[in-house]
């Protein structure tokens, strides 16, 4: 413990005063009530990019009411079919996401299973099984918490309490608690299925999807999956994997094998027609699996001759007896496998994957339904691509929603479709800043490539409008030039890395190579070529899925990217050298590019044995330190020529870890802090240490975050050496003592995973990056940023405000309608922040520097760190105020002498509260919210645009130039005062240069 506290400014004292001042408390409690009280994050969105949706469900007679299940974005509800959405499921254990189900007699009745079933290399895992009883407002954790992953739900048609769970369990390792459960009790007690009743039961294959015949509950057909991920590897396909039914509700099971090829199965997707229940399609992964093309060219006869039967589409017409090969299309099993018929008509099938493809002969042929906005198939287009959900109405032939990594979309006539941008669900890997005014957000996606936008903008709110898309695939690590915000850095899978001139869209391509590395001999031999080549790499070097790029604090110019190589480049780009040698453990069999299992499925996403995190000292040129994904932490203090392997001074971790962060600290060159992510070994620990000696010594600083909570990031304040954040699978924390203990700082953000952090260098905001909500912002933690240990001995501080800005107003103009959500701007007007040791009336004065103009308002404050907003107005003429109450008491003296709704004694009380009040501008301001709420009037009435919070309108005085002015805060007899700044508009200044 000493050594945590050796060079910070928190004592062994500040253990005591905490312990004191919370009693009994909690201390994360403590301080999320009085450090973090007044600080709310905002969500920036985009939502035009969208995310992966992992079921859709709708209520069978209104499909007006439909639920939206996103894999690692919680459920939403919309009761107007998707015009508006609502979030339903923010405050539970998991946002990740495997099935929704909904009780046909009573759509209130709503199951809702955790855990994503497409096991990609960034899914997340969940917590059990949750019920609703009043159509989503509450959900209950009906078990099943250590199953990890749901992939199906089935309800009894007439029975509330019979329910059935097919399970996938742990996708980076096995477990027992997988396969198929049933409860007959309404999810109080569940049963697993086993070998007793024909099914698997190895600790190994889980159960994946269900049907169930749509005439007699009873017979239902299940398949079961054997997967597992590794960092480096994934196995789809076992044994025991297959197609199950039972005609007893569970009782028994028989697997169905006619029709079936021998041998391993992967992944299956089932369906049941809805019309004739006898049919059934199935899309099978197995190991056969011909090429349509062969080596030298032209058709294989092999992959069109179907009396050989392997991976593929197959159909039943005799409730599973028998089984027929329609096709051979499987594209990406693993992650896709989905497949439909419309309950009209058994012949009409649609297989999803990353197209969208339809048949009207029962599953021989498929057509290309439309992928996204730029392809037009066979039919019109409107959707994007990779899709994994869909609804059909039981009720319309031609409706159904369909939902795919970019979100979800809706057609009444099975070409046209209507798009929902109105979802925050966007994926984040990582998120960046540049140093604008107001400054950017760079994230990159999820299948989503790379966006950038405002962090405010200058209209009402952040539109889908002000948000750009740059590169292809998937967006990555990003960086913006310090100096100038128009250049930046991104990258998409396997190091792709591009630079970018945001104003003339010029892209320069600058991933390293043969081509563009100076120094390429000095460190590849024709040894290590063949070597890679042989393990299917094409080139020297391995690159992560999500490559670190960091722009030296040092020089603009300077650039660091991380391979399996660290790579520095001192032009931008144009050129590299490679600065050390391989720095992973290079293990030949994890490095060896190869995965899928059954079928072949090399994408990047198991790229292995490279560094995952760089971190460049702010203080100590030279000074880096790296990360990777096999577990190593290695430094070098003169820019590359020697490097130290630290990775055996760690205690108390497994061995091969993947490293999330590094974080050179901001103030001492020996110290740095690490993370560790355990997640994809199977392992949920929160691992973050901290070395004060450039590595030799190590200590475990995760403190108080809770078990389950694996770390993707660590951050140091750039302000304050006590102050730290660290993003998780399940909430944001906090820490103000270097990590001896955490608080949560998720306040209004959702359960969901945070990937990333960033703290503005120059505005100190916080900016989180999430998996499945896209970018949210806290607002000015500058309190934060001072709050000193010695502050909880004084009765009041009163911290240094950042200046507030007169933002000009450039509104796009024009209506939007519903369909698209906005991004919350940051509060208009200048921020004072003090710290309260107890709750008090706090006088608030803020005058010029002559002393003419001036605005007061009294208020209490509860303790601990208080915020108040000053709209950069001064107090209205005494002339403004008295007009004001004037019309204030017409209006109300009219409502209780001829409204006819209104009694006269409950007016009355506002009048005398009215004349009471005099010129207290705090009071009315008040006294007008009241009288909206009591008796549903409008601003309109008093003849006010004022909105909550601000004193606009008729209680509106001159507005605070450009300039200085003194604010002086008066706490029980005490003054306290300092000077702050208004600023114009940064555009102004540029307009007027």
């Not at 609804?391 to 070409?415: C, E, K, M």
């Not at 966006?451 to 740059?470: E, M, Q, V, Y």
């Not at 001995?793 to 800005?805: H, K, P, Q, W, Y």
Request: aromatic share 12%; hydrophobic share 30%; proline share 5%.
């Amino acid at each position: 413990m000493d050594k945590i506290y050796k060079t910070g400014f928190i004592s062994q004292l500040l253990i005591l005063i905490i312990s004191l001042l919370i009693s009994t408390v909690s201390i994360s409690q403590t301080l999320e009530e009085i450090l973090i009280k007044d600080l709310e994050w905002r969500n920036i969105g985009p939502a035009n990019m969208g995310g992966r949706i992992s079921d859709i469900e709708a209520v069978e007679g209104d499909f007006r009411t439909v639920y939206c299940a996103v894999g690692n974005g919680g459920v939403w509800k919309s009761t107007n079919a998707g015009t508006t959405w609502e979030p339903i499921f923010d405050k539970y254990g998991s946002s990740s996401i495997g099935d929704i189900a909904v009780f046909r007699n009573d759509p209130d009745i709503i199951w809702v299973g955790t855990g994503e079933e497409c096991s990609r290399n960034s899914v997340a895992w969940g917590d059990g099984i949750y019920k609703s009883i009043d159509g989503g407002r509450t959900f209950k954790n009906m078990g099943l918490k250590n199953t990890h992953t749901i992939g199906k739900i089935l309800t009894h048609p007439a029975n509330p309490d019979i329910a059935y769970a097919a399970a996938v369990g742990h996708t980076w390792g096995y477990n027992d608690e997988r396969g198929l459960y049933r409860t007959v009790d309404g999810g109080k007690n569940w049963t697993l299925l086993g070998s007793e009743n024909g099914l698997p039961q190895d600790g190994r294959t889980g159960a994946v999807d269900m049907v169930m015949h749509p005439e007699d509950p009873d017979v239902i057909y299940v398949s079961f999956w054997e997967r597992i991920r590794f960092p480096y590897r994934f196995l789809s396909g076992g044994p025991n994997g297959g197609i199950f039914k039972t005609a007893d509700g569970g009782k028994t099971f028989t697997e169905l094998t006619g029709g079936f090829p021998e041998g391993n199965t992967g992944k299956i997707g089932l369906a049941i027609s809805r019309s004739n229940p006898d049919v059934l399609m199935a899309i099978v992964e197995h190991g056969y699996q011909p090429p349509r093309e062969l080596e030298g060219g032209g058709p294989n006869p092999d992959f069109y001759d179907l009396s050989s039967t392997g991976s593929g589409i197959y159909r039943t017409e005799d409730g599973g007896k028998n089984w027929k090969f329609m096709n051979r299309h499987n594209l990406r099993p693993f992650y896709y496998s989905h497949i439909y018929i419309n309950p009209f008509d058994d012949k009409m099938v649609y297989c999803l994957d990353a197209s969208f493809l339809f048949s009207r002969d029962g599953g021989k042929t498929f057509n290309n339904l439309g992928e996204n906005i730029y392809l037009r198939g066979d039919t019109p287009y409107g959707v994007h691509g990779d899709h994994h959900a869909m609804w059909l109405d039981p009720n319309n032939r031609d409706r159904f929603y369909i939902g795919d990594d970019a979100g979800i979309a809706l057609t009444h006539d099975h070409s046209n479709y209507i798009l929902f941008n109105n979802l925050f669900i966007g994926q984040l890997y990582a998120v960046s800043v540049d140093m604008d005014e107001p400054y950017n957000v760079i994230g990159g996606f999820q299948d989503g490539q790379t966006w950038r936008g405002p962090s405010r903008s200058r209209d009402r709110a952040i539109l889908p409008d002000h948000w750009f898309k740059f590169g292809t695939g998937d967006g990555f690590y990003s960086q913006s030039d310090p100096e100038n915000p128009e250049i930046f850095y991104y990258d998409h899978q396997g190091g792709s890395i591009v630079r970018m001139n945001f104003n003339t869209r010029e892209s320069s391509y600058i991933k390293p190579s043969r081509r563009n590395i100076l120094n390429y001999n000095a460190y590849i031999t024709t040894e290590i070529e063949d070597l890679q080549k042989e393990k299917g790499w094409n080139s020297a070097f391995r690159f992560n899925w999500n490559t670190p790029i960091v722009i030296s604090p040092h020089d603009h110019r300077t650039l660091y990217f991380g391979g399996n190589h660290l790579f520095k480049s001192v032009d931008m780009g144009d050129s590299w050298q490679i600065i050390s040698p391989d720095l992973s453990t290079n293990d030949p069999e994890k490095t060896r590019r190869e995965s899928g299992g059954l079928t072949s499925d090399v994408t990047s996403a198991e790229n292995y044995g490279s560094i995952t995190t760089v971190s460049a000292s702010s203080i100590s040129p030279g000074l880096v330190w790296i990360g990777t994904d096999d577990g190593n932490i290695q430094l070098t203090r003169n820019d590359g020529t020697t490097w130290e392997n630290v990775t055996v001074n760690f205690t108390g971790i497994p061995e091969g870890l993947w490293v999330s962060r590094v974080e050179a600290s901001h103030f001492n060159p020996g110290t740095a802090y690490v993370s560790f992510d355990g997640h994809r070994s199977d392992r949920f620990s929160p691992w973050i240490f901290k070395t004060e000696d450039f590595g030799e010594t190590w200590i475990r600083v995760s403190g108080n975050i809770p078990e389950g909570y694996p770390v993707y990031v660590i951050r140091e304040d750039k302000i304050n050496p006590n102050l730290l954040f660290a993003g998780t699978e399940f909430a944001v924390f906090f820490s103000i003592n270097k990590g001896e203990t955490w608080s949560r700082l998720n306040k209004n953000m959702p359960t969901v995973a945070v990937h990333d952090l960033v703290i503005h260098p120059r505005d100190g905001d916080l900016i989180a990056g999430t998996h499945g909500r896209g970018i949210w912002i806290l607002d000015d933690i500058t309190p934060l940023q001072q709050f000193r240990s010695s502050d909880m001995n004084e009765d009041f501080r009163l911290f240094e405000s950042r200046a507030g800005i007169k933002w000009i107003e450039k509104r796009r103009g024009g209506s939007m309608g519903h369909l698209y959500i906005e991004g919350k701007n940051s509060p208009e007007g200048l921020n004072i922040n003090f710290f309260l040791n107890e709750t008090a009336e706090v006088k608030i004065e803020i005058s010029d520097l002559t002393g003419n103009k001036k605005y007061s308002r009294s208020r209490t404050f509860r303790k601990g760190i208080s915020r108040y907003l000053w709209d950069m107005r001064f107090d209205p003429e005494e002339r403004r105020i008295r007009n004001f109450r004037n019309r204030t008491r017409r209006i109300l003296e009219q409502h209780r002498d001829h409204h006819k709704y209104i009694k006269g004694e409950e007016v009355e009380p506002y009048l005398d509260r009215l004349e009471s009040l005099g010129n207290n501008i705090e009071g009315l301001l008040t006294l007008t919210d009241e009288l909206i709420e009591k008796f549903g009037w409008t601003r309109r009435n008093f003849g006010s645009n004022r909105l909550p919070g601000f004193s606009k309108g008729w209680l509106t005085g001159e507005e605070a130039e450009p300039g200085d002015y003194i604010i002086r805060l008066t706490v029980n007899g005490k003054e306290f005062s300092d000077v702050v700044t208004v600023r114009e508009d940064p555009l102004l200044s540029k307009l007027n240069r």
